[in-house]
Protein backbone atom coordinates (compact mmCIF):
# COMPACT_ATOMS: atom_id res chain seq x y z
CA UNK A 1 0.00 0.00 0.00
CA UNK A 2 1.26 3.73 -0.69
CA UNK A 3 2.21 5.87 2.28
CA UNK A 4 -0.30 8.21 2.72
CA UNK A 5 0.42 12.08 3.26
CA UNK A 6 -1.48 13.95 6.56
CA UNK A 7 -1.97 17.24 6.12
CA UNK A 8 -4.15 20.15 7.37
CA UNK A 9 -5.00 23.91 7.25
CA UNK A 10 -7.05 26.27 8.98
CA UNK A 11 -9.88 28.97 7.86
CA UNK A 12 -11.23 31.26 9.79
CA UNK A 13 -15.18 30.62 8.31
CA UNK A 14 -16.03 34.75 9.20
CA UNK A 15 -19.64 35.52 9.21
CA UNK A 16 -21.77 37.85 8.23
CA UNK A 17 -23.14 39.33 11.28
CA UNK A 18 -21.95 38.40 14.61
CA UNK A 19 -24.51 36.06 15.92
CA UNK A 20 -25.64 35.75 19.12
CA UNK A 21 -26.78 32.70 21.10
CA UNK A 22 -27.43 31.91 25.00
CA UNK A 23 -24.11 32.15 26.72
CA UNK A 24 -21.57 33.09 23.27
CA UNK A 25 -21.55 35.65 20.51
CA UNK A 26 -19.67 34.60 17.57
CA UNK A 27 -17.57 36.48 14.59
CA UNK A 28 -16.56 33.29 12.88
CA UNK A 29 -16.59 29.81 13.61
CA UNK A 30 -12.76 28.48 12.85
CA UNK A 31 -12.23 25.26 11.53
CA UNK A 32 -9.65 22.42 10.73
CA UNK A 33 -9.42 20.96 7.20
CA UNK A 34 -7.63 17.67 6.97
CA UNK A 35 -6.57 16.21 3.63
CA UNK A 36 -5.03 12.10 3.41
CA UNK A 37 -3.55 12.16 -0.06
CA UNK A 38 -2.58 8.30 -1.52
CA UNK A 39 -0.76 8.21 -4.40
CA UNK A 40 -3.31 10.54 -7.25
CA UNK A 41 -6.37 10.21 -5.08
CA UNK A 42 -7.01 13.04 -1.83
CA UNK A 43 -9.34 13.07 0.74
CA UNK A 44 -10.92 16.06 2.34
CA UNK A 45 -12.65 16.51 5.82
CA UNK A 46 -13.33 19.60 7.37
CA UNK A 47 -14.23 20.01 11.14
CA UNK A 48 -14.77 23.04 13.70
CA UNK A 49 -14.87 21.01 17.08
CA UNK A 50 -16.86 21.63 19.87
CA UNK A 51 -16.59 25.14 20.95
CA UNK A 52 -18.70 24.44 24.40
CA UNK A 53 -15.94 21.31 25.63
CA UNK A 54 -12.94 23.23 24.70
CA UNK A 55 -12.72 21.34 21.07
CA UNK A 56 -11.13 24.13 19.01
CA UNK A 57 -8.66 24.17 16.16
CA UNK A 58 -5.51 24.33 18.47
CA UNK A 59 -6.75 21.12 20.32
CA UNK A 60 -7.54 19.14 17.24
CA UNK A 61 -4.49 20.34 16.04
CA UNK A 62 -2.95 17.68 18.55
CA UNK A 63 -5.20 15.49 18.39
CA UNK A 64 -4.43 14.71 14.71
CA UNK A 65 -0.60 14.75 15.37
CA UNK A 66 -1.29 12.30 18.26
CA UNK A 67 -2.79 9.89 15.24
CA UNK A 68 -0.62 11.07 12.23
CA UNK A 69 1.37 7.70 11.83
CA UNK A 70 -1.15 5.66 12.47
CA UNK A 71 -2.89 7.16 9.53
CA UNK A 72 -0.12 7.38 7.13
CA UNK A 73 0.65 4.32 7.55
CA UNK A 74 -2.96 3.13 6.76
CA UNK A 75 -5.37 3.28 9.18
CA UNK A 76 -8.89 2.58 8.29
CA UNK A 77 -12.43 3.82 9.31
CA UNK A 78 -12.76 1.15 11.73
CA UNK A 79 -8.98 1.53 13.51
CA UNK A 80 -10.05 5.23 14.00
CA UNK A 81 -12.96 4.98 16.01
CA UNK A 82 -10.25 3.29 18.45
CA UNK A 83 -7.81 5.91 18.43
CA UNK A 84 -9.66 9.03 18.74
CA UNK A 85 -12.55 10.10 20.63
CA UNK A 86 -15.44 11.52 19.55
CA UNK A 87 -14.87 15.45 18.38
CA UNK A 88 -13.91 17.41 15.49
CA UNK A 89 -10.32 15.94 15.38
CA UNK A 90 -11.78 12.27 14.35
CA UNK A 91 -14.81 14.41 12.39
CA UNK A 92 -11.72 15.82 10.06
CA UNK A 93 -9.89 12.34 9.32
CA UNK A 94 -13.01 10.13 9.46
CA UNK A 95 -14.44 12.25 6.85
CA UNK A 96 -11.30 12.19 4.83
CA UNK A 97 -11.05 8.83 5.04
CA UNK A 98 -14.61 8.57 3.15
CA UNK A 99 -13.79 10.45 0.60
CA UNK A 100 -10.47 8.84 -0.19
CA UNK A 101 -12.43 5.44 -0.34
CA UNK A 102 -15.41 6.99 -2.67
CA UNK A 103 -12.62 7.82 -4.75
CA UNK A 104 -10.91 5.34 -4.82
CA UNK A 105 -13.44 2.83 -5.65
CA UNK A 106 -15.20 5.37 -7.83
CA UNK A 107 -18.11 4.97 -5.96
CA UNK A 108 -20.40 8.06 -4.06
CA UNK A 109 -20.03 8.06 -0.32
CA UNK A 110 -23.88 8.15 -0.33
CA UNK A 111 -23.65 4.80 -1.48
CA UNK A 112 -20.77 3.51 0.08
CA UNK A 113 -22.96 4.63 3.11
CA UNK A 114 -25.65 2.93 2.26
CA UNK A 115 -28.09 5.82 2.52
CA UNK A 116 -31.09 6.46 -0.10
CA UNK A 117 -29.84 8.67 -3.62
CA UNK A 118 -29.31 12.45 -2.50
CA UNK A 119 -32.41 14.34 -2.66
CA UNK A 120 -33.05 18.39 -2.06
CA UNK A 121 -33.04 18.81 1.37
CA UNK A 122 -35.55 21.29 3.31
CA UNK A 123 -33.46 22.95 5.62
CA UNK A 124 -34.06 25.26 8.63
CA UNK A 125 -32.67 28.90 8.73
CA UNK A 126 -31.37 30.45 12.17
CA UNK A 127 -32.11 33.44 13.77
CA UNK A 128 -29.81 34.78 16.79
CA UNK A 129 -31.22 35.50 20.50
CA UNK A 130 -31.21 39.14 19.55
CA UNK A 131 -33.37 42.50 19.91
CA UNK A 132 -36.38 41.67 17.78
CA UNK A 133 -35.32 44.31 15.42
CA UNK A 134 -32.33 42.57 14.60
CA UNK A 135 -34.13 39.19 14.32
CA UNK A 136 -36.33 40.86 11.61
CA UNK A 137 -33.32 42.57 10.11
CA UNK A 138 -31.84 38.94 9.66
CA UNK A 139 -34.76 37.40 8.61
CA UNK A 140 -35.54 40.03 5.55
CA UNK A 141 -32.09 39.18 4.41
CA UNK A 142 -32.54 35.60 4.34
CA UNK A 143 -32.89 33.66 0.92
CA UNK A 144 -36.56 31.67 0.75
CA UNK A 145 -36.62 29.57 3.24
CA UNK A 146 -39.77 27.03 4.53
CA UNK A 147 -37.97 26.63 8.27
CA UNK A 148 -36.66 28.93 10.57
CA UNK A 149 -35.00 28.04 13.78
CA UNK A 150 -34.47 30.87 16.31
CA UNK A 151 -32.22 30.72 19.20
CA UNK A 152 -32.99 31.65 23.09
CA UNK A 153 -30.84 33.11 25.94
CA UNK A 154 -32.64 31.82 28.62
CA UNK A 155 -34.65 35.28 29.88
CA UNK A 156 -37.78 33.94 29.48
CA UNK A 157 -39.58 37.55 29.06
CA UNK A 158 -37.07 38.13 26.12
CA UNK A 159 -37.61 35.13 24.17
CA UNK A 160 -41.02 35.69 24.51
CA UNK A 161 -40.89 38.14 22.47
CA UNK A 162 -38.62 36.94 20.12
CA UNK A 163 -40.75 34.09 19.62
CA UNK A 164 -43.38 36.37 19.11
CA UNK A 165 -41.75 38.65 16.52
CA UNK A 166 -41.28 35.93 14.42
CA UNK A 167 -44.38 33.97 14.56
CA UNK A 168 -46.11 37.32 13.54
CA UNK A 169 -43.42 38.23 10.42
CA UNK A 170 -43.65 34.25 9.31
CA UNK A 171 -47.05 32.25 11.05
CA UNK A 172 -47.46 30.10 7.85
CA UNK A 173 -43.61 28.86 8.46
CA UNK A 174 -41.75 25.35 10.51
CA UNK A 175 -40.38 27.21 13.55
CA UNK A 176 -38.15 25.57 16.05
CA UNK A 177 -35.84 27.04 19.11
CA UNK A 178 -32.66 26.27 20.22
CA UNK A 179 -32.45 27.26 23.82
CA UNK A 180 -28.45 26.09 24.07
CA UNK A 181 -28.46 25.23 28.00
CA UNK A 182 -30.17 28.55 28.60
CA UNK A 183 -33.50 27.44 31.17
CA UNK A 184 -33.29 25.39 34.27
CA UNK A 185 -36.03 23.38 35.70
CA UNK A 186 -38.18 25.45 37.19
CA UNK A 187 -38.94 27.46 33.96
CA UNK A 188 -39.72 24.81 32.03
CA UNK A 189 -43.32 24.90 32.29
CA UNK A 190 -44.23 28.04 31.58
CA UNK A 191 -41.13 28.13 28.39
CA UNK A 192 -42.93 24.95 26.85
CA UNK A 193 -46.46 27.07 27.37
CA UNK A 194 -45.27 30.07 25.94
CA UNK A 195 -43.92 27.78 22.77
CA UNK A 196 -46.77 25.68 22.40
CA UNK A 197 -49.23 28.79 22.32
CA UNK A 198 -47.13 30.18 19.23
CA UNK A 199 -47.36 26.67 17.13
CA UNK A 200 -43.58 26.14 17.74
CA UNK A 201 -42.60 22.91 16.78
CA UNK A 202 -39.55 21.88 18.34
CA UNK A 203 -37.55 22.85 21.86
CA UNK A 204 -33.89 21.91 21.51
CA UNK A 205 -31.76 21.46 24.60
CA UNK A 206 -33.59 23.47 26.53
CA UNK A 207 -31.40 22.28 30.03
CA UNK A 208 -27.38 22.78 30.38
CA UNK A 209 -25.35 19.62 29.52
CA UNK A 210 -24.57 17.54 32.68
CA UNK A 211 -28.20 18.36 34.26
CA UNK A 212 -30.76 16.05 32.36
CA UNK A 213 -32.02 14.73 35.14
CA UNK A 214 -34.00 18.60 35.07
CA UNK A 215 -36.36 16.18 32.35
CA UNK A 216 -37.02 13.33 34.46
CA UNK A 217 -41.03 12.89 34.73
CA UNK A 218 -41.59 16.19 32.98
CA UNK A 219 -44.37 16.41 30.26
CA UNK A 220 -43.51 18.75 27.22
CA UNK A 221 -46.34 19.62 25.07
CA UNK A 222 -44.35 19.84 22.13
CA UNK A 223 -40.91 17.53 20.98
CA UNK A 224 -38.12 18.02 23.19
CA UNK A 225 -34.24 17.50 21.53
CA UNK A 226 -31.29 16.80 22.68
CA UNK A 227 -27.98 18.85 21.12
CA UNK A 228 -24.91 19.36 23.47
CA UNK A 229 -26.47 16.65 25.87
CA UNK A 230 -25.95 14.00 23.40
CA UNK A 231 -22.93 13.94 21.67
CA UNK A 232 -22.31 10.37 20.78
CA UNK A 233 -23.87 7.03 20.66
CA UNK A 234 -22.81 5.96 24.10
CA UNK A 235 -24.62 9.14 25.69
CA UNK A 236 -27.75 8.54 22.80
CA UNK A 237 -28.28 5.32 25.22
CA UNK A 238 -27.87 7.35 28.37
CA UNK A 239 -29.91 9.89 27.39
CA UNK A 240 -32.43 8.43 25.13
CA UNK A 241 -35.32 8.05 27.51
CA UNK A 242 -35.44 12.15 28.52
CA UNK A 243 -35.39 13.11 24.69
CA UNK A 244 -37.81 13.29 21.83
CA UNK A 245 -35.45 14.18 19.20
CA UNK A 246 -31.54 13.79 19.02
CA UNK A 247 -29.48 16.26 16.92
CA UNK A 248 -26.48 14.57 15.31
CA UNK A 249 -23.82 16.31 14.68
CA UNK A 250 -20.53 15.38 13.16
CA UNK A 251 -18.43 17.38 15.17
CA UNK A 252 -20.00 16.01 18.18
CA UNK A 253 -20.13 12.47 17.13
CA UNK A 254 -16.12 12.70 15.36
CA UNK A 255 -17.49 12.20 11.63
CA UNK A 256 -20.20 10.01 9.40
CA UNK A 257 -19.27 6.59 10.62
CA UNK A 258 -20.40 7.52 14.37
CA UNK A 259 -23.64 9.13 12.80
CA UNK A 260 -24.96 6.48 10.84
CA UNK A 261 -24.60 4.52 13.59
CA UNK A 262 -26.33 6.84 15.92
CA UNK A 263 -28.86 7.37 12.68
CA UNK A 264 -29.71 3.38 13.35
CA UNK A 265 -29.46 3.42 16.98
CA UNK A 266 -32.07 6.24 16.96
CA UNK A 267 -34.37 4.34 14.39
CA UNK A 268 -34.16 1.97 16.99
CA UNK A 269 -35.47 3.77 19.86
CA UNK A 270 -38.21 5.19 18.05
CA UNK A 271 -36.77 8.95 18.37
CA UNK A 272 -36.60 11.83 15.72
CA UNK A 273 -33.51 12.35 13.90
CA UNK A 274 -32.13 15.87 13.23
CA UNK A 275 -28.67 16.78 11.80
CA UNK A 276 -27.44 19.65 12.50
CA UNK A 277 -23.74 21.67 12.14
CA UNK A 278 -21.62 23.77 13.24
CA UNK A 279 -21.57 26.44 10.94
CA UNK A 280 -18.37 25.35 8.94
CA UNK A 281 -17.96 25.86 5.42
CA UNK A 282 -19.83 24.19 2.40
CA UNK A 283 -16.73 21.23 2.68
CA UNK A 284 -18.46 20.53 6.16
CA UNK A 285 -21.82 20.72 5.26
CA UNK A 286 -21.23 18.08 2.19
CA UNK A 287 -20.30 14.95 4.78
CA UNK A 288 -23.82 16.10 7.09
CA UNK A 289 -25.86 16.05 3.71
CA UNK A 290 -25.25 12.46 3.48
CA UNK A 291 -26.51 11.62 7.19
CA UNK A 292 -29.01 14.18 5.97
CA UNK A 293 -31.15 11.85 3.26
CA UNK A 294 -32.08 9.73 7.07
CA UNK A 295 -33.45 12.32 8.80
CA UNK A 296 -36.44 14.29 9.98
CA UNK A 297 -35.29 17.61 10.54
CA UNK A 298 -32.26 18.85 8.73
CA UNK A 299 -30.25 22.27 9.82
CA UNK A 300 -27.60 22.67 7.73
CA UNK A 301 -27.64 26.16 7.00
CA UNK A 302 -24.03 27.09 8.57
CA UNK A 303 -22.38 27.76 5.09
CA UNK A 304 -24.66 30.48 3.73
CA UNK A 305 -23.81 32.40 7.06
CA UNK A 306 -20.24 32.69 5.88
CA UNK A 307 -18.01 35.53 4.49
CA UNK A 308 -16.22 33.67 2.23
CA UNK A 309 -17.50 30.26 0.76
CA UNK A 310 -18.00 30.41 -2.74
CA UNK A 311 -19.43 27.42 -3.04
CA UNK A 312 -22.43 28.42 -0.55
CA UNK A 313 -24.75 30.06 -2.78
CA UNK A 314 -25.09 27.09 -5.29
CA UNK A 315 -25.83 24.81 -2.22
CA UNK A 316 -29.19 26.96 -0.84
CA UNK A 317 -32.36 26.92 -3.24
CA UNK A 318 -35.68 28.19 -2.35
CA UNK A 319 -35.06 27.16 1.15
CA UNK A 320 -33.36 23.82 0.63
CA UNK A 321 -29.86 22.46 0.38
CA UNK A 322 -28.41 20.55 -1.85
CA UNK A 323 -24.60 18.98 -2.33
CA UNK A 324 -23.77 18.37 -6.46
CA UNK A 325 -22.29 15.18 -6.64
CA UNK A 326 -18.53 15.25 -7.45
CA UNK A 327 -18.25 17.81 -4.66
CA UNK A 328 -17.44 15.75 -2.15
CA UNK A 329 -16.29 12.14 -2.92
CA UNK A 330 -16.22 10.44 -6.31
Not at 21 to 31: Q, T, V
Not at 69 to 83: C, K, M, P, R, Y
Not at 117 to 144: C, K, N, S
Amino acid sequence: MTRRALGYRRIENRMREPFRISGYLFNSMPSLVATITEGDLVGRGEAAGVYYLGDDPDHMTAEIERVRDAIETGADLDVLQALLPAGGARNALDCALWELESRRTGQPVWRLAGVSAPRPLVTTFTLPADRPAVILERLATFPPVKALKLKLDGDLAADTDRVRTVRGARPDIWLGVDANQGYDGDQLDALAAMLADAGVALLEQPIPRGSEHLLDGWRSPIPVAADESILDGTELEAHRHRFDVVNIKLDKCGGLTEALRMVAMARRMGLTVMVGNMAGSSLAMAPAYVIGQCCDIVDLDGAWFLTEDPDAAKLYTDGTFTVPEGFWGR
